[in-house]
């Protein structure tokens, strides 16, 4: 059983008298409330000292199952879990691009944005407005760029930072080609890519392993640099996959086990480098309006 205490610096906490829970001077009251409920306590005890607490929400986290208790209506800013602030950490996709829609291998390579990625990503812009996003990183790629600037333009930011380590996978001498074409011309790699990819170095390209050390390295970095803030960072399909497949706690060759990040995709992380938690994965339900959209329209032709 972990407790993680959200706060909202700023604001003194509110009379807990809808919460289960009791306060403490210095530490949260909940061994009798846990063990009324046949669990161990893990006491958090808040940063810093005295008892001007500030406080949002509770999560009782499990591995069967999590319980909130809403203790105001906050939203919460600031993080902590045992007395270590928390970074939020908001992972997606670009949006669609000519390529994708063609089938080609883009890798290290580019392509624009299509009329439909663009909608995309504006999109995300919109379902991000209350995440109180304060930097936005990207991959120095075009159309992570562009995916990147709907974002920092929906919510008023002032830059996008830029770094190469949140570039796609390189796929060297397959980039710019057709998949099918690719798969064709080299039978024997694609025999070990479809099964256990990871021990796959692309002619001239890179592995997984190789990726995932350059991304998580500057993710890493990020939460150094950032630590408590919530931050953004646009990259590609597979490096995605592999980051969100890390700090899931899979290893690389469990990649499979994690879902695939299609365009636009959204992963929420709270983390304090090293611990992990999950709040979404791989959603597009800001995408439902747009599939339905291009749906009617499609009818109508």
Avoid at 78 to 92: E, N, Y
Avoid at 109 to 135: H, N
């Amino acid at each position: 059983m972990v407790l993680i205490l959200l706060c909202d610096k700023g604001a003194k906490c509110q009379a807990i008298t809808t919460c289960p829970l009791t306060r403490e001077v210095g530490t949260f009251g909940l061994g009798a409330h846990l063990r009324e409920r046949g669990q161990k306590p893990e006491v958090l005890r808040q940063a810093g000292e005295g008892a001007g607490y500030r406080s949002c929400l509770f999560y009782c986290l499990s591995l069967e199952s999590i319980t909130k208790y809403r203790v105001n209506a906050t939203l919460p800013k600031f993080f902590f879990i045992r007395g270590v602030l928390m970074t939020r950490i908001i992972l997606t996709r670009h949006g669609q691009t000519l390529w994708n829609v063609e089938g080609r291998v883009q890798g290290s390579l580019d392509s624009p944005l299509t009329g439909m990625g663009i909608l995309q990503a504006r999109s995300l812009a919109v379902r991000l407005r209350d995440e109180e996003i304060q930097y936005i990183y990207s991959s120095d790629s075009l159309r992570a760029m562009e995916t990147a600037e709907e974002i920092r333009s929906e919510l008023g930011l002032a830059s996008i930072f830029s770094d190469p380590a949140l570039r796609e996978f390189s796929f060297g001498e397959w980039e710019g080609r057709i998949w099918q074409e690719v798969r064709e011309a080299y039978p024997d790699i694609f025999t070990i890519w479809d099964s256990e990819p990871h021990l796959v170095t692309t002619p001239g390209g890179e592995n997984m392993e190789m990726v995932l050390e350059r991304a998580w390295a500057f993710l890493q970095k990020i939460i150094n640099i950032h630590s408590g803030a919530t931050i953004c960072l646009v990259t590609h399909g597979l490096t995605l996959k592999l980051l969100v497949t890390k700090a899931l706690g899979f290893e690389i060759h469990e990649w499979i086990k994690t879902p695939w990040q299609h365009n636009t995709a959204l992963n929420i992380f709270e983390t304090d480098g090293q611990l992990w938690i999950p709040k979404v994965v791989g959603d597009c339900q800001h995408l439902e309006a747009l599939e339905l959209t291009n749906q009617e329209s499609d009818l109508k032709k």
